[in-house]
């Protein structure tokens, strides 16, 4: 009986731990889901090692949910280990979909990184000015830390991923619905997301407010104003992610008077998140006056962060080209 | 004979079947690329099944080429490298079509313009040709067969511009039987020509050849004629475009204004006080006035800027008390907005002349006696503020006259163009002021550019007419005397470079032969209009030699000077053309559109409605119950703005669906 139970793993890379509270937040359905399946892997809960894991055989694990994006040599050694353990791996949560707010890095590369973080932050005593190294000896002892990777990667950037569980941390409900559907057999199409391929106004609370003639004379941000409860939040001059973002979310930031930040990623027909809202802001700004169009533009102060906060990684842009960023630091 | 190739690797993508033709196009395109060695290349990719190259695709015996081939290879889909689509992608829709495939099942690779003719390695060119050509294929794999829209052409027409061209234009398609709005910024048409006194090389007196045409356009009843209006908005597509136009108030009726100019007569002012549009300000008018004698429509107009009523509300009202009871006058009167519906466009919204004042150095603005040319029409013309009278603004003759060519034309610092017509209105004015003064005309010129039935003649003319010619770029107008005998004259100083000396000629005139510009609001017009501009902002044709007064929007055609300097020959005979092209258009009685059309998936859409207010056609609209947007089949013109803005990726259009690019991205970037 036991060993016919489905073998689930769950592992997290680069991620803040978000996506395990979600397994959690499933609340008394995680009791069933214990029932149904043996947890065979869990770093976060359980006290499993990685040689536990290098032990089983090849694709003894039916299926593997790993959260976090890919920074660094020991997360791309776990994601190459698990994909040859599982059956199926699927990508769960912004980050391993994405790229998620790791992937924002991008925007610097590894040096710069280091730089701020050993050597500048204000916060940082560091005389000697030391910085992180992958094995040092010492009496004879040798410890090793990961490699730091120059770009973050989503997860299907480093091996194949069979499904993609979205959000920023998934839904409960997502989850659910995806634990369901790839324990009951009937197994989608490879690279399935787990989410309505719809747009979150179709299931806004606000969607009948949304004007037919949407023009955008300045863009606002939420300390900017006392945001209206009832209304669409693009007409109260927000940016919100919500047109180009997966639903399935049930609108949760909205209703809690916050603008969708994107959390979900693009539809299925969409391969650029970021450039399609932009695409879609930019043509609503109201005036056709080039130097107007800019200076409303401006008031997105920081346009990759806004556009691309979860996807930086898994978009056509990847990431800032690193001559640039070395000359701009 | 060509060769054929079959493909090595069998392979056969997606079930497409496809033919590739390289064409040579003479040496055009095969002295840069090896295009034997692109069709060698093309035989190999997946799906295809013929790869041919041949001396000219577009000729018979190549286009019988691809349908045989079609039929004995049962080819679904075809590719054509050769020049641009522009050119000859309609021919190849026909060709695929009279061989029983769908005309949109042909995808065609510029190797011309986009690789032969721009590149000088063939090596690197081939290279590039190959890139291309595999895009192509795998991008054609995946088209869809599309069929054409026909719609009705609306039979309107819509000219922009009441000078000669736009009066000929309309007259001439209302001789035709069609209902043309002619629409003009100013209250009277006639434009420049009206201004004129005589016409080059003939010397028949402008107002004599053009007051019956303006009479005819003010009397026929197939020509609504709207002066003192603007169009304001231009929706729509060729054969059903939709044109706001604003009406400014003339505070007069015009239906009830018979042009008796009694309320002229009557004005409180006893003098204009106002300078004279129509005269360049060499006269003044009152705030009640008609532009000129023969204007069209006689209607006079009113200036709210100076009439007294309007400042003060106070005005003894002399000139209500003219009209009488025929009570045209009406302060009243506001602005308004007229929709009209046409199918064809005719822009004839001429230029602009030159301001001398951006070159300081001929003095215009600083020394009184310094006139541009168009000034100077106006002082010998019969009707024009000295009644034909050449005089200085004292009063007296001019003993000598100097005539200063190019002035904003081909100089680095202004304008680089020749205005054309320069070289021939001054050798006019040169004999015009010689006759009425007997005055000694110098002209200084750079070269003289007189080509046009009997214009090099006229010059033969002058110059037996003891009109002196200095041939040389003039330095400089100065009032500054070096000796007595130019004191309180001006001195114009120039290199004389055929003598080889530098030549001081006083004057009692200057005339400054201003070129021709694009009219200050050129962009904006053409932004309404959607057509394109020259870098140097005249109103772009759509081919120089084949389609000279078609633009690339259909449906929107272009006359006389608002496409670039031209004479009035040449004016009249575009805006013949234009007519004659809006016809063809009309008399089609239908035209067809490209399937382009933008499509939403309904399970896609979320309702967001972004793409509503983006559609220029008013094609999308929100169906409430389904809390969906749709697409007017009908009315979208394929301009693909939707389908850009569409946040969720749900809106598509035929024949550019996203696939189909990435399809054709990722072809071109894949390693050969």
Redesign the interface.
Known sequence: MLATKPRIAFYWCSSCGGCDETVVDLAEGLLDVIAAVEIVFWPVALDFKRKDVEAMPDGSITATFLNGAVRTTEQEEMARLLRSKSELLVAFGSCSHLGGIPGLANLFDRESILRTVYLESPSTVNPESVLPVTSHHDDGHTVVLPGFHNTVRTLDQIVDVDYYVPGCPPPPRILRTALQTLLGGDLPAKGTVFAP??????ECPR?DT??????IAEFKRTQDLIIDEQTCLLAQGLVCM???TR?GCEAACIRGNMPCTGCCG??S???DQGA??L??LA??VESKEDAEIDRVLNTIPDPVGTFYRYGLPGSFLRRKRSNEVQASM | MPETRTPTNGSNAGGARVGVYVCHCGTNIAGTVDVRAVSEYAAELPGVVVSRDYKYMCSDPGQALIQQDVREHSLNRIVVASCSPLLHEPTFRRTIDRAGLNPFLLQMVNIREHVSWVHLDKQAATAKANDLVRAAVRRVSLHKPLQKRRVPINTNVLVVGGGIAGIHAALTLAEAGKRVYLVEREPTIGGHMAMFDKTFPTLDCAACILTPKMTAVGSHPGITLWTYSEVVKVAGYVGNYRVKVKRKPRYIHEDLCLGCQECVTACVYKEGKTPDEFNLGLSKRKPVYLPFPQAVPQKVVIDPETCIEFKSKKCKKTCVEACGDRQAIDFTQKETLEDIEVGTIILATGFKTFDPVRNPYYGYGRYPNVYTSLEVERLINAAGPTAGELVLRDGKRPKAVGIIHCVGSRDANTNRWCSKVCCMYSLKLAHLVKERTGAEVYNFYIDMRTPGKGYEEFYDRLLDEGVHFVRGRVAEVTDWAAHPSEKGRLVIRAEDTLAAFVRRIPVDMVVLSVGMEPQPDAQAVRRMFNISCSSEGWFLERHPKLAPVSTFTEGVFISGACQGPKDIPDTVAQAGAAAAEAMALIDAQFVELEPYTAFI?E????????C???CPYQAIS?AEEK?KATINEVLCKGCG?CV???????IQQNFFE?EEI?EEIEGVLAYA
């Not at chain 1, 949304?210 to 023009?215: D, G």
């Not at chain 2, 399970?603 to 972004?610: F, K, L, P, V, W």
């Not at chain 2, 850009?644 to 749900?650: E, I």
């Open positions: 391929d719809c747009a979150l106004c179709d969607k949304k004007p037919e003639t949407l023009s919500g047109p180009a639903s693009p539809t027909r969409v391969r399609k809202i695409s879609c043509s609503l | 998936s399970d896609a859409c979320s309702g967001c409605r972004s509503i207010p983006l929100f809390k703005t850009a803005g569409c946040p969720s990726g749900s996203d990435f």
